[in-house]
């Protein structure tokens, strides 16, 4: 009889941790080391080989990131996974393994910066073309794709927009125009969302945000949907060598294990924090996808099974507003990133978003007045009190400032 699929909560706290034949030891054992001994040279020959099973090198594979990645494959509903250093270590790994020179990418037009400068800016000198377009409108994806395109990738939700698109609706896109579908699933995580059951061929992610949880590592991973990928990526990641260090993965399995704990907490305080921003006279708009105001509830409903804990939102008086909200909050911090336990408030077009041209910027969404806010997991009461009373701040400035005369 097939196994039973286990709550999620079980299988983060006990995916990837295999009994421990040395000791029983109940946590994975850290395996900080680059090199592994062979018993003679005919099995180090075959371990290169791959006709006898082993480790060679930590760069090729470690049991501890092992461990780690057959969690995210099994949370992810994956084939296999390869951990990575950064986050970009697994995005850039996947285009350096799949695009080549007259080959051309269609992405989302507001994905982390980074992750679209690097296509148009470095993979644009070997011969690689782009379009980025706003995916959370299918038919702008059929419109740029030309007979050149192999890659379609995306993020959803999307950073810093908070727009969505619609897995499925890209994966018989991809099926029906011969694409590799790649989706970023920082955001919402296999808690929220699992491409890969929609159709999606790989799967990539900053470890460093949710699935770690506590703002201490930068890591990456990227999940396959079948063994022909797992094998190519796992070559492609050794010759690229943005391969993870034992001792981060690590300390990002144990963080994984609580990711349902950490999410839940932090997205119903985003839920809280979006009702506050709604009402509140300060702010002139909010997007989230919890709110019954998103554009995108529908494929909120269908597609996800929360909203996460990311939100962004502009407040009158523009930028200069913003910014004095930014400097003013005492709980959230003023630093970038997303995902761990402590919330965080930052200033896409001028952080996360800077390296993108300022038009390219403008045209995602990511306009001058967006503050980004991730949620974490602190109590509720003393997020709300931080965040009102610098929106309050605002509101007494706006009103003295609209009230002085000229
Ligand atoms: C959605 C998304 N993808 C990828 C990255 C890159 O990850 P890293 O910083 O771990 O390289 C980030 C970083 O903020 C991100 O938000």
Not at 59 to 82: I, K, S, W, Y
Not at 202 to 215: D, E, P, Q, W, Y
Request: charged fraction near 20%; aromatic fraction near 6%.
């Amino acid at each position: 009889m097939a196994k039973e699929r286990r709550g999620f909560d079980t299988e983060a706290v006990h995916a990837g941790t295999p009994p421990d034949p040395l000791f029983g030891a109940v946590s994975v054992p850290i395996y900080q080391t680059s090199t592994f001994a062979f018993e003679s040279v005919d099995q180090g020959a075959g371990r290169f080989a791959g006709t006898e099973p082993g480790y060679i090198y930590t760069r090729m594979g470690n049991p501890t990131v092992a461990a780690l990645e057959d969690a995210v494959t099994l949370l992810e509903g994956g084939h296999g996974a390869l951990a990575t250093s950064s986050g970009m270590a697994a995005i850039v790994t996947v285009f350096f393994t799949y695009l080549q020179a007259g080959s051309h990418m269609v992405g989302t037009d507001s994905v982390y910066g980074p992750s679209r400068v690097v296509v148009e800016k470095y993979f644009s000198r070997f011969g690689v073309e782009s379009s980025f377009v706003d995916t959370s409108d299918v038919s702008n994806i059929r419109a740029a794709i030309r007979p050149e395109t192999t890659m379609l990738y995306i993020e959803t939700p999307e950073n810093p927009t908070i727009r969505l698109t619609d897995i499925k609706a890209c994966t018989e896109i991809a099926e029906d125009r011969g694409l590799l579908l790649v989706v970023d699933n920082t955001f919402a995580t296999p808690l929220l969302q699992r491409p890969i059951e929609l159709g999606a061929d790989i799967v990539v992610h900053s470890m460093t945000k949710f699935l770690n949880g506590h703002a201490d590592v930068v890591a990456g991973i990227i999940v396959t949907s079948t063994d022909d990928q797992f094998r190519k990526l796992r070559a492609g990641l050794n010759h690229h060598g943005g391969c993870i260090d034992p001792h981060q993965a690590w300390l990002v399995h144990r963080g994984l294990k609580t990711l349902g704990l950490r999410l839940r907490q932090a997205q119903s305080n985003a839920m809280a924090l979006s009702e506050l921003l709604h009402d509140h006279p300060a702010v002139e708009w909010v997007r989230y996808p919890g709110a019954p105001d998103h554009p995108q509830r529908d494929l909120v409903e269908r597609q996800m099974d929360g909203p996460g804990a990311v939100l962004c939102f502009g407040v009158h008086g523009g930028l200069a507003a913003g910014k004095r909200l930014m400097e003013t909050v005492q709980l959230a911090t003023l630093a970038v990133s997303l995902g761990g336990v402590e919330t965080l408030i930052e200033h896409p077009a001028s952080m996360t978003h800077a390296s993108m041209a300022h038009e390219a910027r403008e045209a995602a969404g990511i306009t001058d007045g967006l503050i980004r806010l991730a949620v974490g997991c602190e109590a509720e009461a003393d997020l709300l009190a931080d965040i009102a009373a610098a929106l309050d701040g605002l509101s007494d400035q706006h009103l003295e400032t609209a009230g002085t005369p000229s």
